[in-house]
């Protein structure tokens, strides 16, 4: 029996064991991907809580993206497949604003961009989804959602540059109160948010 299968029969005993088989979606022959793609539709990963579907939903999104992104290339899985995987990855997806967005603060943009190779509208495109998304926490939690959110994200920095581009008036929240933090994640946050 290879790998690739005992990964897929053990992994619906474990959240990390469902991410590992993930990884594993675009090396796997068209039988076992559908045993994969049939866990990741049952209820042992659509019944999970938001916080527990994250890490699934995360690394279907980064294949989705990968394998539209380099449609082109010879290792590139079949267009139908990686629709499919987008499909699942769309019913796993949180339903908090805070998750849901969690991966559009990252240090790497370049792994957002998807298809074609207009990388400026590309960047266009992920910095209004920014600013979408940092409006839709606001306004689910408020400043201190919101403050929450850039503690959680990975590149606060990004958080603070697209606050700083969106409609909200926050100044008041802000400044000056955080402008002293010693939480560097805070401090890359309000920096990029007051343009320092």
Known sequence: MAYEQIAIDEA??????IIDVCDLLDKLNPQANKSA??????????????EERLGIWTKLMAVVSKHRKYA????????KLVDEIATIAETLSPTSPALLHLRLFTHDDFGLFEEGDDFEQQQ???????????????AQGGPEGLLEFARSVESSWKLGRALGASS???EGFILP???DSEDKTLQNFVG????K
Do not use: H
Request: net charge negative; proline share 6%; hydrophobic share 45%.
């Open 12 to 17: 619906p005993g474990s959240t990390d064991r």
């Open 37 to 50: 793609l049939a866990i990741l539709q049952s209820p042992i990963v659509t019944e999970l809580p938001d």
């Open 72 to 79: 082109e290339a010879n290792w590139a899985m079949d267009a």
């Open 124 to 138: 266009v495109d992920l910095n209004r989804k920014r600013i979408n998304a940092v409006e839709e926490v606001f």
């Open 168 to 170: 909200i008036k926050i």
């Open 177 to 179: 109160s955080l402008l």
């Open 192 to 195: 990029s948010f007051t343009g």
